[in-house]
């Protein structure tokens, strides 16, 4: 190994001790998600830092983050700092210890709650309506079995209704969460955390069904224009 190659290397393994050097941080967010960063620091209404983790990999990029938006800090020495204060003018009714629970149900419903059952529902159901939403029935007075049969009516406004009514009705209901999942029982008796976890839950629902109804409306409307007579 060249003298060159030799100083490369070990310049590119300083580099690395120097980033696993770096404190690794965990920055919990209001809404249930979390970002781990290195060298958080609370400053002025803002957390900053030196760099962040994305899908396990480093970007040494420094940034901030407003404080209002952050529950907690992790530190790596193992102290956390709690950002969130109860100050209803700010709209921050509930306390420190409630409004954890809260996030703690926010996040194990990101973790948790797949809900991708709303999606394929959804996509079934709209298809099939907008497919048969071009059905041509027989006139009964005038019989014609060549004006009867699928795309060979136009579409109506089902079209566009179907997609919301089908969101609404898969998204509305009540969230469910399975126990198995929670590692600490007395989470499931607490009404913070299973509030929080039911509003990330409904918002996936609502999120997956309207994706799955408007690829359905699709679905249904490409096969008319390309199959209709």
Same mark, same amino acid.
């Given at each position: 190994?060249?003298?060159?190659?030799?100083?490369?290397?070990?310049?590119?393994?300083?580099?690395?001790?120097?980033?696993? !050097? =770096?404190?690794? +941080? $965990?920055?919990? /967010?209001?809404?249930?998600?979390?970002?781990?960063?290195?060298? @958080?620091?609370?400053?002025?209404?803002?957390?900053?830092?030196?760099?962040?983790?994305?899908?396990g990999?480093?970007?040494?990029?420094?940034?901030?983050?407003?404080?209002?938006?952050?529950?907690?800090?992790?530190?790596?020495?193992?102290?956390?700092?709690?950002?969130?204060?109860?100050?209803?003018?700010?709209?921050?009714?509930?306390?420190q210890?409630e409004?954890?629970?809260?996030?703690?149900?926010?996040?194990?419903?990101?973790?948790?709650?797949?809900?991708?059952?709303?999606?394929?529902?959804?996509?079934?159901?709209?298809?099939? !309506? =907008?497919?048969f +939403? $071009?059905?041509? /029935?027989?006139?009964?007075?005038?019989?014609?079995?060549?004006? @009867?049969?699928?795309?060979?009516?136009?579409?109506?406004?089902?079209?566009?209704?179907?997609?919301?009514?089908?969101?609404?009705?898969?998204?509305?209901?009540?969230?469910?969460?399975?126990?198995?999942?929670?590692?600490?029982?007395?989470?499931?008796?607490?009404?913070n955390?299973?509030?929080?976890?039911?509003?990330?839950?409904?918002?996936?629902?609502?999120?997956?069904?309207?994706?799955?109804?408007?690829?359905?409306?699709?679905?249904?409307?490409?096969?008319?224009?390309?199959?209709?007579?």
């Amino acid at each position: 190994m060249s003298f060159l190659q030799t100083r490369f290397f070990l310049l590119f393994f300083l580099a690395q001790l120097a980033l696993s !050097a =770096s404190a690794h +941080d $965990t920055l919990t /967010f209001l809404n249930g998600r979390s970002m781990t960063v290195t060298d @958080a620091k609370d400053a002025s209404g803002n957390v900053e830092y030196t760099g962040f983790y994305r899908r396990g990999k480093l970007i040494t990029k420094p940034g901030s983050l407003e404080r209002y938006r952050i529950y907690s800090i992790d530190y790596s020495g193992g102290e956390r700092s709690i950002l969130y204060a109860q100050d209803s003018s700010l709209g921050n009714f509930r306390t420190q210890q409630e409004m954890g629970y809260y996030v703690q149900g926010q996040s194990h419903a990101h973790e948790y709650h797949k809900a991708r059952w709303a999606f394929w529902t959804s996509l079934g159901v709209t298809t099939v !309506a =907008s497919i048969f +939403d $071009t059905y041509r /029935f027989d006139d009964a007075e005038t019989p014609n079995i060549n004006e @009867a049969g699928l795309f060979k009516s136009e579409p109506t406004i089902l079209q566009v209704i179907m997609p919301f009514a089908v969101t609404m009705s898969i998204g509305l209901p009540r969230v469910s969460l399975k126990s198995s999942t929670v590692s600490d029982r007395a989470l499931l008796n607490d009404q913070n955390f299973l509030l929080g976890y039911a509003r990330i839950g409904r918002q996936k629902k609502f999120f997956h069904a309207l994706k799955g109804s408007g690829i359905g409306i699709g679905v249904g409307l490409l096969s008319y224009l390309i199959f209709k007579p």
